[in-house]
């Protein structure tokens, strides 16, 4: 089996542009089938921050890809997403993001997914059996999923899977970090709601990404393409790629593919608009943390790295007191119930700290860096 993405090189966020190219995409990945459909778009909206932070989806490629799928025939248009931040104001979230005046504009309709209330969806042999989503996604009739193209420094990367999880509305994405507290198990639950939501097209903003220590806490990066495809796992393949990743260092990806979800060996992949040796994300700066580095080292290495020498790399977040607010999102974030304020300071409780970085992914502040002790240090040097 093959999958079809199209790598289409977009520089600026111009609207007639961008429709252009979609439309240039579709002619190869296939028109969508939205005729009378009721569609939710899926931007990721971690947090309130204005485009030009690159931390979320930029609008006017949401609003290109709404008045396309209205020329397709659509019948109506949701956008929607439930931030990382469960106690986030939702329209000062779409405000910020530009999502309301877009929507204002153009007629479509913002959704609470929190508010609409939650289905729990069976999830066979998975780690969970339920899997609570926003009740929206089973009320519409084709999802549209909307990345943005950033590093992640729990799961290297953040595209079309991990795109999925801002439809568990509220606190039970605490919980489910909470109850996968390693990297690989929490990418597998990010691969099974996946599964239950299944998008039917993902059309990826990769015009300008985030490079270093994502998904919020990193630079912006220019990658000039947008990515599209029927098969979620094949595009984040290849924007994995272009962040400098094969598709078998990053868990959701391989997982995925091994599931049998989409196709992540590039060889079976067809790119259409570019070639697949000019995208690899040569310069592009990795994340602080060394999972990948671990999988990466040779089986007799790995023995000879006893169980006790890994429990002694350290990768863990600290708070920079200078650039601190004190507005507690951390805190009401963690959800280990790591983080308190003592007096004036925001304090980490290293023994309750799993290292999953929500705190560092949602501080507005950029005030809670990733720290690597020794060895873990000597191990992000040599990873490479
Ligand atoms: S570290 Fe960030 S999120 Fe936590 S209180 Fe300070 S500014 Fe707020
Ligand atoms: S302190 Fe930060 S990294 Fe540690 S468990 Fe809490 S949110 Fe996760």
Known sequence: MRSKVAVLECIHYDKDEI?????????????????????????????????????????TI???????????????????????????????LYRRTGMLSLAERKGFKLVNFSKEGIVEVENPNGIVPTIP????????DYIVNLPKLKTHNFTLITCAIKNMFGTIPGFNKSKFHSITPGPKEFSRLLVEI????????????????????????????????????????????????LLGYKPSEIYTTKIAGDMGLGISLLDNIEIFGSKLEELWGTDVKKVSTVYNVLERISSPAL????????????????????????CEICLRSCPKGAITRVNDRIEIDYKRCISCYCCHELCPQRAIRIKRNKLAEMLWLARD
């Open 19 to 59: 429709k252009e190219i979609i439309l240039k995409g579709f002619e190869f990945i296939g028109g969508p089938d939205v005729k009378g459909k009721r569609v939710l778009l899926k931007p990721n909206l971690l947090m309130p921050a204005e485009p030009h932070y690159a931390v979320t989806t930029h609008p």
């Open 194 to 241: 996946f599964r239950v939501v299944s998008p039917s097209l993902n059309i990826v903003d990769a015009i300008e990404g985030m490079e270093g220590d994502g998904p919020s806490g990193g630079t912006p990066r220019k990658f000039n393409r947008i990515l599209m495809s029927y098969d979620g796992v094949a595009v984040d393949a290849i924007g994995g790629w």
């Open 303 to 326: 023995s000879f790295l006893s169980k006790r020498l890994v429990k002694l790399i350290k990768i863990f977040p600290e708070v920079d007191d200078n650039r601190c607010i004190r």
């Open 133 to 140: 989503l926003t009740k929206v996604v089973k009320t519409v």
């Open 62 to 92: 949401v609003e290109a890809v709404g008045e396309i799928l209205l020329e397709f025939g659509a019948k109506e248009v949701l956008i929607g997403d439930s931030p990382g931040n469960a106690l986030s104001n939702i329209d000062n």
